[in-house]
C-alpha cells in the first residue's frame, strides 16, 4: 500500500459519515447474506448474481467517495499550491482503470 495513505485526513460531516457508514453497514449485510447462500448450498447462479450486486455496490460508493474526494481534498490542495495531489489523482485513476 501507499506510505501516504495515512499521512493525510479528510474531515467528513457526521450527515456524510453516517452515509458511508450506513452504505458500508449494507454492503457487510450483503456479504453476510452470500456467506450464508454458500453454506446452504445455494445455487452458483444465485451466488454471482449476489456477488455482482455486492460489486456495484462498492463501485457506486467508490465513485461518491472519489467525487466528493475531487471537489473537497483536491480543490482545497491545488488552492493551497499542493500540486503533488495531481500524482495521487492519476495513481487512483490507475486503480479505478485496472
Same mark, same amino acid.
Do not use: P, W
Given at each position: 500500500?501507499?506510505?501516504? $495513505?495515512? %499521512?493525510?485526513?479528510?474531515? /467528513?460531516? %457526521?450527515? +456524510?459519515?453516517?452515509? #458511508? #457508514?450506513?452504505?458500508?453497514? /449494507?454492503? !457487510? !449485510?450483503?456479504? &453476510?447474506?452470500?456467506?450464508?447462500? =454458500?453454506?446452504?448450498? @445455494?445455487? $452458483? &447462479?444465485?451466488?454471482? #448474481?449476489?456477488?455482482? @450486486?455486492?460489486? &456495484?455496490?462498492?463501485?457506486?460508493?467508490?465513485? *461518491? #467517495?472519489?467525487?466528493? *474526494?475531487?471537489?473537497?481534498? =483536491?480543490?482545497?490542495?491545488?488552492?493551497?499550491?499542493?500540486?503533488?495531489?495531481?500524482? +495521487?489523482?492519476? %495513481?487512483?485513476?490507475?486503480?479505478?482503470?485496472?
Amino acid at each position: 500500500m501507499d506510505n501516504n $495513505c495515512c %499521512s493525510k485526513k479528510t474531515e /467528513r460531516s %457526521s450527515e +456524510e459519515k453516517k452515509l #458511508i #457508514i450506513s452504505r458500508l453497514n /449494507r454492503i !457487510g !449485510g450483503q456479504i &453476510n447474506g452470500i456467506k450464508n447462500m =454458500v453454506e446452504k448450498d @445455494a445455487y $452458483c &447462479n444465485d451466488v454471482l #448474481i449476489q456477488l455482482s @450486486a455486492v460489486a &456495484n455496490s462498492i463501485k457506486s460508493l467508490s465513485s *461518491h #467517495i472519489l467525487e466528493n *474526494h475531487l471537489y473537497i481534498c =483536491v480543490t482545497k490542495d491545488l488552492e493551497n499550491g499542493d500540486f503533488e495531489t495531481i500524482d +495521487e489523482l492519476i %495513481s487512483l485513476f490507475k486503480r479505478f482503470n485496472k
